[in-house]
């Protein structure tokens, strides 16, 4: 199994570390070529000096245009069937290169990627700095190319990394995220590398918020539920949108000689920061030093944090979504989830239809939310009651995993109600709950009557057949897959309704 290394560096002592450390891990199963793309600016002066550490090495030239595009240089000179990114202030284990060749090995086609896991040693003798903290972040974040190993197919079919993304902030998830829209799964590998935190300068985390303008980018390319996908947290954007109000109709009312406005809003303004301050003070050292950069840094961040998400607003206003992937999922449950028992009232006789499990995990994996949409006219029938069929919906929830929402229909076909399939309500009900366009959900099921609703509501439908589907109903089926799992490869391949 083939891989190259491709190593993005502004020049950084590290390198050097990094280059012997694949040396010693090298062995027999090393990777084919590393190849370190110098992103200097054009002009720099002195050629980079790259260590003679026992491995070979090509070294090409960026330009100083961002980790994004020195990663696109490095990863189109490879000629290998795998590109493992490092960055260049990592340090892999001994085992590196053995554990990388095993966590590529033998792969399924459809996996598009390997994660390594990151460790970020701190210190043990006290609590953490803010900038510590940070970069311990990273042992928990999602695809970060700090390792990262990716199918060179996979990079050139999504377009490898946007190099929009100018500085080394989400590039790395704006790819996985593209890479997982085109229908590729990423699995986390057993590889560790060790990274380590560097010095800073004081105002560090002022000067991060120029990501903020990257963030308005991913919300641009990827919708408003990026964060979660990612794994994110919600961020606190908003607070320091109501700190940055407080102190300017503070100080616009003291202008305009209004005291108790402005004194109502320079509280707000004064409790707003002193929490902001002591959410970062109270986890760390709590030494004088660290205590007074945190307070400057807590009163500069969030005008800071605004200005570059504004402008990043306005910058990105008119960059155009990546290949959409849907807001939701969601499927029939018998029949398409369960194998359809008529009328079942015995949570014994649930049983998953195969890769059921495994489609709902991917789903959730990646952050779309999935949900159940069933007719149960049993209960109109008087063959089900509402506590049998709460008790075997519980059941299948045990077997398959939580459902962000369910949206059952109760009545009969004779009931003329707006929900029982192929009647679009259920559909709609559930979008509604999960505050999804409904537009952007993807029905699957079994029946013409499933693919019918999701029509009706503005949904795309796709069709798995079993043996209760007619053929008229699989003939009318503008997509049709043979199981579940193909049926989850086309909802994810990003076409749009």
């Known amino acids: 199994m083939s891989y190259a290394v491709v190593i993005p560096t502004i020049g950084r002592p590290s390198l050097g570390v990094l280059l012997a450390q694949l040396a010693k891990s090298h062995h027999n199963v090393g990777p084919s070529r590393v190849v370190v ?26 330009g100083g245009r961002g980790p994004a595009a020195a990663r696109n240089v490095g990863w189109r000179a490879a000629d290998t069937e795998w590109v493992a990114f490092l960055d260049d202030d990592v340090v892999p284990t001994p085992e590196w290169a053995a554990q990388m060749a095993q966590d590529i090995r033998g792969l399924a086609p459809d996996v598009g990627a390997s994660q390594g896991r990151i460790e970020v040693p701190l210190p043990t003798d006290r609590r ?79 000067r991060a918020q120029r990501g903020n303008a990257d963030d308005a980018l991913m ?14 947290g919600p961020g606190r954007l908003r607070r320091h949108g109501l700190t940055t109000a407080a102190a300017a109709i503070a100080f616009g009312a003291a202008a305009r000689r209004h005291p108790q406005v402005a004194t109502a809003a320079g509280l707000a303004w004064i409790v707003l920061t002193a929490e902001f301050a002591l959410h970062r003070i109270l986890p760390g050292p709590r030494s004088a030093e660290e205590i007074g950069r945190m307070l400057i840094s807590s009163i500069a961040i969030p005008p800071v944090a605004c200005w570059h998400r504004l402008t990043g607003e306005l910058r990105w206003q008119r960059v ?36 059921a499990r495994e489609a709902l995990d991917r789903l959730r994996d990646i952050g779309i939310p999935v949900g159940v949409v069933t007719n149960q006219s049993g209960v109109a029938r008087g063959l089900i009651s509402p506590a049998q069929l709460e008790q075997v919906n519980t059941r299948v929830s045990e077997l398959l995993g939580p459902f962000d929402v369910w949206s059952i229909c109760r009545h009969g076909e004779d009931d003329g109600c707006p ?29 013409g009557a499933d693919i019918t609703a999701a029509s009706a ?41």
């Open 37 to 62: 793309v110098d992103d200097r600016p054009v002009g720099c002066g002195q050629a980079l000096q790259v260590p003679d550490g026992g491995v070979l090495v090509r070294v090409l030239r960026s």
């Open 457 to 497: 509501a503005g949904a795309r439908g796709i069709l798995v057949p079993t043996a209760r589907t007619l053929r008229q109903e699989i003939q009318a089926a503008g997509e049709v897959a043979p199981d579940i799992a193909a049926a989850l490869d086309l909802a994810l391949s990003g076409r749009v309704p």
């Open 219 to 232: 919300r641009r390319r990827h919708g408003p539920r990026w964060r979660e996908r990612i794994g994110d």
């Open 128 to 206: 953490p700095t803010d900038v510590e903290r940070g970069t311990a972040g990273l042992a928990s974040a999602r695809w970060i190319t700090a390792d990262m190993a990716y199918r060179r197919a996979v990079l050139q079919r999504v377009g490898g990394f946007d190099e929009r993304f100018g500085r080394a902030y989400r590039e790395d998830a704006d790819l996985a995220l593209r890479v997982i829209a085109a229908g590729y799964r990423i699995l986390d590998g057993q590889r560790r590398t060790v990274h380590p935190v560097r010095p800073s300068a004081p105002l560090v985390s002022v």
């Open 419 to 447: 929900c029982r399939k192929p009647a679009p309500g259920l559909v709609k009900d559930a979008a509604a709950q999960l505050g999804v366009p409904v537009g952007r959900c993807v029905v699957i099921g079994d029946t």
């Open 320 to 355: 155009s979504p990546a290949t959409p992937v849907p807001a939701a999922v969601l499927f029939d449950r018998d029949g398409t989830l369960v194998h359809d028992v008529p009328y079942n009232t015995d949570p014994a006789a649930v049983w998953p239809v195969p890769g």
